[in-house]
């Protein structure tokens, strides 16, 4: 029994596991920074290990759901759409500045901002997982992360990528959006972290 509960454990360990890497740039800038742009890029990203572009998952989703119960296709297409806005950003801004915050560091994330630098935060993959009740499989979603000037984009100070941050819940989550949103919200949590060992030197 012992053994079993050891290898849960470590298989668990694996399967929620994130990479973040740091592409260019250092964290140097951020120390002095009391606020903090972010912009969300979800204009072109793929989906599942197949990695289908996001209109043929949503269409072939759709048909799917139709399949089941003729008009609930395009129900969870409008759910699918709002996910951005009213989940995902949402998630990833409460839970980064709520970090930042237990690590006392005067720093915020807003969007709309008129400062320095921006954030950009840019989805490029994403796989919703799944839950069946008794086994279930969490969200992941790889985004590239890029703090460039506000006023020259094309400046990059820092660039990060994000690999595979694992979204769950402890009990059950049967919206697919939900699981996604835990891990726009990992994502946040991991680099909060590593803002605060790194800028604050």
Known sequence: ???????????????????????????????DQKEMNVEFDYSNFTMMKENKPEAQYVEEHKADL??????????????????????????FLEIANIVLTKEKKDLNFQEGLQTPYTLIVKTVWIYPGWDAGIMKQPAKVTTNLKFVE?????????????EEAPGDQWGNNFS???????????TAKTLSKLISKKAYK
């Open 1 to 31: 029994m012992k053994k079993l509960l050891i290898a849960c454990f470590l298989f668990s360990g694996a399967a929620f596991a994130q990479d973040m890497n740091v592409i260019k740039g250092d964290f140097h800038f951020i120390k």
């Open 66 to 91: 139709d399949k089941k119960a003729k008009g609930n296709g395009k129900i969870w297409e409008k759910k699918w759409i709002a996910a951005k806005d009213q989940i995902w950003t949402p998630k």
């Open 150 to 162: 506000t006023d020259n984009k094309s400046n990059v100070l820092l660039e990060i990528t994000s």
């Open 176 to 186: 697919n959006e939900s699981r996604i949103g835990e891990g726009y919200a990992k």
